[in-house]
């Protein structure tokens, strides 16, 4: 069906709890990405993964980690999540050596307090 | 270092006029180009892509792009806008050796007016 879910898509933490943002998809495809969004500054590359455990810090890791254990399956992990992690967070796919033509989850808005 | 830039935050057309949102980019070789479309509370979506070749690419829903190595530029267009464009555009970059990783640009929020 060609399509990246991404749960929950909606989340409320206080400043210090952990947050795990989960992502599926039904493409096969090897690529997973990581996206946050932010007023005014676009997209930015949190983490990439090209496979299985083969993950890549993207342009704004810190703070973050990942998890791909099956290819269809990417986590975003926040371990004590700050105030300046609210932000909507995008999951993508794309086929390996794939030169930008991905597919995008419908977003996850995360409200640290 | 390679970046994206859309110069309009915000545009505000009328519902049958014509349209054109403003891409620049930096990067020293020539890049792949993208739009990507955003529908409110959605994630986002391809419109149209440049790899190489013919300047003018056609995109879905009638939008074309047309890439100018001289001014380093990847404009939108489209000749009547709908009141269902309304949305927020994002250029966005690729190199060819950077396996899918996307440079975007900040977005252009897209109002119709009817």
């Known amino acids: 069906d060609m399509k990246v879910t991404q749960m929950p898509r909606y989340l409320i933490k206080r400043m210090g709890e952990n947050v795990l943002l989960e992502c599926g998809q039904d493409?096969?495809?090897?690529?997973m990405y990581w996206y946050r969004q932010d007023p005014g500054l676009g997209l930015q590359l949190i983490y990439i993964s090209y496979d299985v455990d083969s993950n890549s810090e993207g342009d704004i890791p810190k703070g973050y980690r990942v998890s791909r254990k099956k290819r269809e399956h990417f986590s975003l992990i926040l371990d004590s999540a700050k105030t300046n992690q609210t932000s909507v967070y995008f999951c993508a796919s794309s086929l390996a050596g794939n030169t930008g033509q991905l597919y995008f989850g419908e977003g996850s808005k995360l409200t640290v307090l | 270092a390679q970046s994206v830039t859309q110069p309009d935050a915000r545009v505000t057309v009328s519902e049958g006029a014509s349209l054109q949102l403003r891409c620049k980019y930096s990067y020293s070789a020539t890049p792949y180009l993208f739009w990507y479309v955003q529908y409110p509370r959605q994630g986002l979506q391809l419109l149209l892509k440049?790899?190489?070749?013919?300047?003018v690419v056609q995109g879905v829903n009638s939008f074309e792009a047309e890439f100018s190595k001289s001014n380093s530029s990847f404009h939108l267009q489209k000749a009547s806008v709908h009141w269902s464009d309304s949305a927020v555009y994002f250029c966005?970059?690729?190199?060819?050796?950077?396996?899918?990783?996307?440079?975007f640009g900040q977005g252009t929020k897209l109002s119709i007016k009817p």
């Open positions: 440049y790899y190489s070749g013919d300047p």
């Open positions: 493409m096969s495809h090897e690529t």
């Open positions: 966005a970059l690729s190199m060819y050796y950077n396996q899918g990783k996307l440079i």
